[in-house]
């Protein structure tokens, strides 16, 4: 039997690997945080002796609590005020969680945000299947499904998922520019500058889970009313300090007000230009983000 400290080493190796799938399958900070934390208690009260795979043992507890997680999630997203968006997750300096392109780009709120429309087990066998490479076997032994079952629900998955996945992501330069573009263009007040940045059928999606007025309870369409809007929050709300930093494998525009998180803004781009601009500005779900 392993001994206490050997646990927590064992788990603590394994922490950043695990909580990387929780974040992907549940997109949320905090739901994979207690995900990570119940994993740690069963794995203690376990006390596993002779594990052949640490690691395959924690991402069976972990996939398999995340399951659970999703199903009770669907019922409180139906009654969540407002348009839902992931909670943003800092990524600077965590190559752990960007260290391959496909690990980079299944962190975005398009990729988190498609996942949305699958099942949990569609979501866990797409996620294990297409991010972290398992292969139908390891998945069958995770999800507790045939291999069968589980190349079914990857079928189901990529099927449904056919007409949104783009194989035309924006090199990190490309994004780099326009967050840089964006960024001084709203901070001087430059509407056609801000304009020439949009394309013509440009959505706003801000999250702010009815806790603030600065977002409305629906997307905003049409570059003019996009800027509109923006332009006004701005006015009646001015940050205290806004800058550029890594968020969910991107750039991304941060802000403060009062020197707490206020706002973060991510671009889903196509084409050389902003396709969709996503605003969190929910505090519940920048409260781990440091100002």
């Given at each position: 039997m392993l001994e206490q400290d050997d646990l927590v080493?064992?788990?603590?190796?394994?922490?950043?690997?695990?909580?990387?799938?929780?974040y992907r399958l549940l997109g949320t900070v905090s739901d994979a945080e207690d995900v990570l934390q119940e994993a740690f208690l069963r794995w203690d009260r376990a006390r596993p002796d002779n594990v052949q795979s640490v690691r395959a043992v924690l991402a069976t507890v972990v996939v398999r609590l995340c399951m659970d997680q999703l199903r009770s999630a669907r019922a409180r997203r139906e009654v969540y005020v407002g348009p839902w968006l992931p909670e943003p997750l800092v990524t600077t300096d965590r190559s752990d969680l960007t260290e391959t392109l496909v690990m980079r780009e299944s962190l975005s709120f398009a990729f988190l945000l498609m996942l949305e429309k699958l099942s949990p087990l569609e979501r866990a066998v797409f996620v294990l299947r297409e991010v972290f490479d398992y292969d139908y076997g390891e998945i069958a032994s995770v999800v507790d499904k045939s291999e069968a079952n589980c190349r079914q629900a990857f079928h189901r998955a990529r099927q449904r998922l056919a007409d949104q996945q783009s194989r035309f992501e924006?090199?990190?330069?490309?994004?780099e520019r326009l967050t840089t573009e964006f960024l001084r263009a709203t901070t001087s007040g430059d509407v056609q500058g801000l304009l020439d940045l949009l394309a013509e059928d440009v959505?706003?999606?801000?999250?702010g889970g009815g806790k603030t007025h600065l977002?409305?309870?629906?997307?905003?369409?049409?570059?003019?009313r996009v800027v509109r809007g923006l332009l006004g929050n701005l006015q009646k709300m001015?940050?205290?300090r806004v800058w550029i930093e890594e968020v969910n494998g991107q750039p991304a525009i941060m802000a403060t007000r009062d020197g707490r998180p206020?706002?973060?803004?991510?671009?889903?781009?196509?084409?050389g230009r902003i396709q969709t601009l996503y605003s969190v500005v929910n505090p519940d779900k920048l409260r781990h983000i440091g100002g």
């Open positions: 080493h064992a788990f603590q190796e394994q922490r950043p690997y695990l909580f990387a799938i929780a924006p090199s990190l330069e490309q994004q959505v706003s999606v801000g999250d977002a409305g309870l629906r997307p905003v369409y049409s570059p003019d001015p940050p205290d206020f706002g973060v803004v991510l671009f889903d781009i196509r084409d």
